[in-house]
């Protein structure tokens, strides 16, 4: 059996590997990439230059992440493909710590689920070997998540090797809790609040794991003993003080720029929008872009509102349900995504209000959500069903790390997606300019200014790209 594991996990790596090869030789994008790495003097820097990452002197506070940066500019020279490839490695570990913790929480069918964690009792979680019976579902739910185009945003994309780190962090804190949960030993659960307090310095974007563990130990159980409670309070904690700490950076970078998400009321009305939007790309994950339709929401409009009343009927039912399987995955998504889904104001809510990037985590329980539907099929059609999903997604999963990698090839793709995006024109402007086909690059200037005349950094483009042309028309052939 563990001979037969090995194979697998071999087998799916290599799969992984593949299908983002087309992203691996590419450049740092101009998308962020160049303004936290390359053009970031606190990474290029020396010893000062961490200094100047952990005091908070950036948009955003992940020190963690921007450490790691650091650590690969000096290591391999500023070399793009270290950075590209170490954030692939990171996605493979969190595909096979995401294997492991579903191993400890998954039950077999002869496995009792009532086990009391405050006994330490072995049944409550299994460890260093895979239930036999839930080997193959496991391995289909992590290559689900591994292989899903909305992955891309997140692995080939450099700048969000902010996922990555916090993924693996935050699945190994997970790891550790469990441990705590089934020895009763302390050191486990201090290693859990270390990992987690690193998963949120990379990025806050598990924030929502010690509620997500509070559920799943409820779904174990059908309680939640107070000891629980307890264990998990200085985890929450945590949670609440970066939650504040992101949405005080972001607020800040707001006001520089004049952006706003509007009144509440808008904001409530387009998480409805939003929540069915990422539901709707992961399960058909195509014509996916960096930079998506900006949606003019209207509350006085009744139609506007049916899809936060229809989210919240949906809510509703699987409530009533009474089927703690489905309750636990409900919840766990809406703790992810609840960061992302508007209520709360961001600096890219400028270009759009959704992004494939902010999918990654909740990504994992639309993944775990579609393995446990299948749960109770025949094997055989489990094993159909996982082989024709690989055939699907890793030729799109390819195709789409293809577009990451160059900043040419992601922009022209965008274009043809989203032709009503200012920003993505003006990207595609200097794209253009970098590979010194200025003709192209002023007619995308000039569309972008079409699209936003009155946005400062359209009107700058525009008028360094012309200089540009300007300049190559006198210059002697």
Same mark, same amino acid.
């Given at each position: ?86 954030? *692939? @490695? !990171?996605? %493979?570990? $969190?595909?096979? #710590? &995401? +294997? ?5 929480? /998954? =039950? ?82 201090? *290693? @859990? !609040?270390? %990992?987690? $307090?690193?998963? #949120? &310095? +990379? ?5 929502? /794991? =010690? ?91 009744? #139609? ?174």
């Amino acid at each position: 059996m563990r001979h037969h594991r090995t194979i697998l996990i071999l087998f799916l790596g290599s799969l992984c590997t593949l299908a983002y090869l087309p992203s691996l030789g590419g450049p740092l994008l101009q998308f962020d990439d160049t303004m936290l790495i390359s053009e970031n003097p606190q990474v290029r820097a020396g010893a000062q230059g961490l200094v100047e990452i952990w005091k908070g002197h950036s948009l955003d506070y992940y020190p963690l992440s921007l450490t790691l940066f650091w650590i690969e500019w000096h290591a391999g020279g500023g070399l793009p493909q270290i950075f590209r490839v170490v954030n *692939l @490695a !990171l996605h %493979l570990i $969190a595909a096979g #710590l &995401l +294997a492991y913790l579903l191993s400890m929480w /998954l =039950p077999g069918r002869r496995r009792s689920c009532r086990a009391d964690p405050s006994a330490g009792d072995e049944r409550f979680g299994r460890t260093l070997a895979f239930p036999t019976e839930r080997g193959a579902l496991i391995w289909f739910i992590v290559a689900l998540w591994m292989l899903h185009p909305l992955s891309v945003a997140s692995v080939a994309w450099v700048s969000e090797q902010k996922n990555t780190l916090s993924a693996v962090f935050a699945l190994a804190s997970a790891i550790a809790f469990t441990r705590s949960l089934i020895s009763n030993r302390p050191a486990p659960y201090i *290693l @859990a !609040l270390l %990992l987690f $307090a690193l998963s #949120l &310095l +990379a990025k806050a974007a598990f924030v929502g /794991l =010690p509620l997500i563990l509070l559920v799943m130990i409820w779904w174990r159980l059908g309680r939640v003993p107070k000891r629980e409670v307890i264990r998990l309070a200085p985890m929450l904690a945590l949670s609440i003080v970066f939650s504040i700490t992101a949405i005080w950076f972001q607020a800040r970078h707001v006001a520089q720029i004049g952006n706003d998400a509007g009144p509440i009321l808008i904001r409530v009305v387009r998480a409805g929008w939003a929540a069915w939007f990422y539901l709707w790309k992961m399960i058909a994950p195509i014509r996916l872009t960096p930079i998506y339709p900006r949606w003019r929401v209207d509350p006085t409009n009744p #139609l506007h509102w049916l899809p936060l009343i229809a989210l919240i009927a949906v809510i509703a039912a699987i409530l009533m349900s009474r089927r703690r399987g489905w309750i636990v995955m409900m919840l766990a998504g809406l703790l992810l995504l609840a960061p992302i889904i508007g209520l709360a104001n961001s600096s890219f809510f400028r270009l759009s209000y959704v992004a494939d990037h902010w999918t990654y985590p909740a990504l994992m329980v639309f993944a775990v959500a579609v393995g446990c539907a299948l749960a109770r099929s025949p094997r055989k059609t489990q094993t159909s069903v996982a082989i024709v999903a690989v055939v699907i997604l890793l030729p799109l999963t390819w195709r789409r790390a293809a577009v990451y990698h160059d900043t040419l090839s992601l922009w022209e793709d965008a274009v043809r997606k989203n032709p009503t995006s200012y920003a993505i024109y003006t990207n595609l402007a200097w794209a253009y300019v970098d590979a010194n086909e200025l003709p192209q690059a002023l007619i995308a200037a000039e569309h972008a200014a079409q699209l936003a005349p009155d946005e400062p950094d359209v009107q700058q483009t525009l008028a360094a790209v012309r200089r540009r042309a300007e300049a190559e028309d006198h210059t002697p052939k």
